[in-house]
């Protein structure tokens, strides 16, 4: 399902409000890498996170971090850098599901199969 937003404007506010949003969606770092780049994301270091990013390829979460961090700079592509984390974000979330649910199965598994 998609939506058309119209003539939506693009402003600090609107831009404020999606990363809320997404970190609502990204939850906490469980990584040491995760949290630098949370970190450099708080304190704007688009550089190192985009080094963890080149580190950490298979990590969603910094991948959207290292979107994120030029979110709030409103150039034209500023769109594209929101729908860029988002995804990113709803990947990682995709990503943690897969591995607590192949945790639980295998759990269950050794319980069996140690019975």
């Known amino acids: 399902m998609s939506t058309t937003p119209g003539k939506l ?3 600090a506010a609107y831009v404020q409000n999606a990363v809320d949003v997404i970190f609502k969606t990204l939850g906490e770092p469980e990584t040491v890498q995760q949290k630098q780049a949370l970190q450099a ?6 550089i190192l996170i985009k ?3 080149i580190a ?9 971090l290292g979107y994120l ?8 592509q500023t769109d594209t850098i929101l729908a860029e984390s988002a995804r ?7 990503d943690m599901t897969l591995i607590n649910l192949s945790n639980a199965i295998l ?3 050794m319980i069996i199969g140690n019975g």
Do not use: M, W
Not at 41 to 46: A, K, L, Q, V, Y
Not at 69 to 76: D, E, F, G, I, W
């Open 69 to 76: 961090v030029s979110a709030p700079k409103l150039t034209p």
């Open 51 to 53: 080094r963890l990013s």
């Open 56 to 64: 950490n390829l298979q990590d969603n979460y910094i991948k959207c």
């Open 88 to 94: 990113a974000a709803a990947d990682h979330v995709r």
């Open 41 to 46: 994301f708080r304190d704007g270091d688009s």
């Open 9 to 11: 404007e693009i402003t």
């Open 107 to 109: 759990k269950d598994e």
